[in-house]
Each structure stands twice: as C-alpha cells, then as structure tokens.
C-alpha cells in the first residue's frame, strides 16, 4: 500500500462544496463593493477595517515563502497551529471510528483537539531519553490511525527528535505525518521544510508565537502538499486570519534581522539560565534543550510551584505529565527575568 489522500479523507470532507465568499468570487479591478453586506460608511478606526480581509492571505503568504522557502501554494495559515491542528482532524479523521497517535509527554492540544472531534487517541509513550519508540509505534497504528503527531523539537521534553526515526515514519506509514516545529527556531537542527517533495504525507507545522514573538497576532502554519493545502482551506472558516493581524504580520516579517537576534539572545540566556540552575540544591536536573523553555526536575515540584507563585513568578508544573516525575517547565525570560526565578529558587526551604 502507498500514500492515497483520497483514501485518508473522510467522505463528507471529499464531497465538501466550500463556502465560496464574495470576495472569493471576485478578481480584477473595482470601485464599488457592494457584494459583502459590510458598512460602506466606513468604520470608526481609521483604516480599512469595515472590508472582509483576504481568505486566502496572499500577501502574508508571498512574505513567508521568501523567508522559509516554501512555495506560497504549500502554504496554510491558520489562527494559531492550534488551528492547523484542528482542522488536520476534521479533515482525515471520522468521530467515533478514526484515531490518531500521539508521543506522551507532549503538546496537549493533540488529544483536547481529539476530544472535541470524538477523535480516539492511540498513546506510545517516548523513550526515557524522549525519543520515538519505533516498534511500540508500529504494533500501535491500525487502519483507522489516520494522523501521528510528532514534535520536535518537544513540549515539554524541550528535545529535538532523531531525525532517521521521523524518516523512517514518513517512509513507512501512509497516513499523515505532523511534524509540529513551534520551537525549530531555537532548535541546532534543520527543519523539514524543504523535504515536502520526497514525503507527499507530510504536514509542517509552525509558528509565529514563539521565536517571532507574535503569540497575540494568532497566526500558525501548515507546510504540506498543495492538495493537502488545498483541502485544509476547503475546510477553515473563510477569514480565519483578520485584518489586523494579517497587516501587523506583514510589517513584522520585515524584522528578520531583529528575530534573529532576539533568537540568539534566548539561546544564550537558556544556556545561561541552566547554568545558574544548576548550581541550587533544589534542582537535580536539567534536560537538554532545542527550544525556549527548560524542563528542569526538582525535589518538591508541588511545593517550589507554589512557593515561585506567592512570588509572582508562574511556571508551569509538568510534574503530573508521563516521564516528566519532579518537573516544572521554565520559559527563558530576560536576564532580569531568569535572575528572579533563580533566586527566588535558590531561598527556597522546604516547610
Ligand atoms: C508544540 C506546540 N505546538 C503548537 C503550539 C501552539 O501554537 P500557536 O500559538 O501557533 O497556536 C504550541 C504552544 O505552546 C506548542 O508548544
């Protein structure tokens, strides 16, 4: 058996007749718009916000083409990967008979998604080094499993995954293969951005809301075939990326140079950040890291979570989370930042 999109697609995605909105329908010069019931008075901003925005966000997307070298038609936006990831599930998996398979510990809107579609959710927990389990995956994938999301590098594991492990899944398996990349920024290692020609069930998923800082302006990314693209935009809501945040984006492309150095700067500070942890009694690891974020296990996770919160510093408690016993997760702040959950870790006494 061999890669089939149309055997993946669930029946009613296939015979889906997508809403097609006026400005879909319209292309060539105009003067007069009258076609979108929209208040043609104007708006009380002063821009151009009483117009429905681009459905297909064409210039963001020749923008993003540039600086990751996708073509603009292996492009998807979506408000936030999160809402990539949602409609991957609406498009291939069938509520109550499909499933997909997720790598425990892990980015937890794979299985919240699943829920909300009635998606079942097939769990092979990583290695204790946190990386794939190759033959626990391949006795867990039946013919109803339709996605496997992969994540790397991982939250909350902060670990890039191997990756002849991901090549032997995209080779292997013929359903759809995420490799969700919010943090391959930070990462020393390449995307797989550039492999869509050799894997057509391949889906790259990014972000703007990490290294990019533009967590507010919603816009996540799907890098795929162009009929998988395709179906994902038969499927989202039609303007899914607003005015705003298409334009704030488009100005902040513009700022590769400044994301760069601000990227240098998280990863100098990351590394810095472990050191001085390291260096507290209450912290007795630190796990390697390709992203933004440490996951660092100390003796009374419950305990220093609540103590870092009655001093204004919020981390998050993975201690609950498969394989991650003793654990909290730190984003690396600014120095500033980092220097006051150090110390504030460093005064820590158990009660
Ligand atoms: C692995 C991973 N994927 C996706 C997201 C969601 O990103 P977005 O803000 O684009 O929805 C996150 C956010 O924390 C994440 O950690």
Known sequence: MSFDLNNLLRENIKKLV?????????KGEANTF????ENSFG?????????YPDPLQLKVKEKLSAIKGVPVENIFLGNGSDECID??????????VDNILICPPTYGMYEVSAHINDVN????????????NLPAIEEAIDDNTKIIFLCSPNNPTGNSLDRDDIEIILNNYHGIVVIDEAYINFSRFRSFSQELNDYPNLVILQT???AWGLAALRVGMAFASQEIIHVMNKIKPPYNINQASQELTLQALEEVGQVNDMIKEIVAQRDLLAKDLMTIPV???IYPSDANFLLVQVTDPKAIYKYLLEKGIVVRDRSSVALCAGCLRITVGTPAENSSV???MKNWKPS
Request: overall charge positive.
């Open 18 to 26: 997508p809403y097609s909105s006026a400005r879909d329908e319209f």
């Open 34 to 37: 009258l076609d979108a019931n």
């Open 43 to 51: 708006s009380p901003l002063t821009k151009w916000y009483n117009r």
């Open 87 to 96: 409609v991957l599930m609406r498009a291939f998996c069938e509520p109550g």
């Open 121 to 132: 959710i097939k769990k092979v927990e990583l290695t204790p080094a946190f990386q794939l």
């Open 208 to 210: 703007l809301s990490k």
């Open 283 to 285: 912290v007795q690891k």
């Open 342 to 344: 150090v110390n504030a």
